[in-house]
T-cell receptor, first 114, second 113 residues
């Protein structure tokens, strides 16, 4: 079974630009979650999509948004980039069913904002 | 809210030494607990998990037991190898928010010959 894929793997943008990251979950998985990893803040939950609906949301500003398509692929968008948005963005997929979800992570997209 | 506290790193050990990485948590209800490992330049890999009190998760020689009375999930390995060098993250998934993982700060392990 193919794992979680994320594209692109590396991205360089300048302040004020916007960026879109993509995540393809494991086949059959309906939940996609996004996390931001930085040296200072560690791993922080951004949001989760399940069957095209946002189900959970972390404490990030509205510049961070996402969506999920009918094939469960997900995109994350960051508008008006700031230097502090430089991070590794990780996507995780799971079946999405309670009581717990084993989440499988992709390799991440390394975003650098100049 | 939920939180996870891990011991500070880095942890430096000689090959074949015994490893313990401490992890304690705060959560309401009955969370599921996980250990993830991150190798340089890669994403997170699930190492092991436990979903209820007294469960023991194990994989690749690593073990951790879900201790509700001490709210702990310490990671152990009897004999580490150089290839175990990585960053280890303790995480929990809370009741009702099953797809949201709360992570500890991570513990870097370096194993030398």
């Amino acid at each position: 079974k193919a794992g979680v894929t994320q594209t692109p793997r590396y991205l360089i943008k300048t302040r004020g630009q916007q960026v879109t990251l993509s995540c393809s979950p494991i086949s059959g998985h309906r939940s996609v979650s996004w996390y931001q990893q930085t040296p200072g803040q560690g791993l922080q939950f951004l949001f989760e999509y399940f069957s095209e609906t946002q189900r959970n949301k972390g404490n990030f500003p509205g510049r961070f948004s996402g969506r999920q398509f009918s094939n469960s692929r997900s995109e994350m968008n960051v508008s008006t980039l700031e230097l502090g948005d430089s991070a590794l963005y990780l996507c995780a997929s799971s079946s999405g069913t309670a009581p717990y979800n084993e989440q499988f992570f992709g390799p991440g997209t390394r975003l650098t904002v100049l | 809210g939920n939180s996870v506290t891990q011991m500070e790193g880095p942890v430096t050990l000689s090959e074949e030494a015994f490893l313990t990485i401490n992890c304690t948590y705060t959560a309401t209800g009955y969370p599921s607990l996980f250990w993830y490992v991150q190798y340089p330049g890669e994403g997170l890999q699930l190492l092991l998990k436990a979903t209820k009190a007294d469960d023991k998760g194990s994989n690749k020689g690593f073990e951790a037991t879900y201790r509700k009375e001490t709210t702990s999930f310490h990671l152990e390995k009897g004999s580490v190898q150089v290839s175990d060098s990585a960053v280890y993250f303790c995480a929990l998934s809370g009741t009702g928010t099953a797809s949201k993982l709360t992570f500890g700060t991570g513990t870097r392990l370096q194993v030398t010959l």
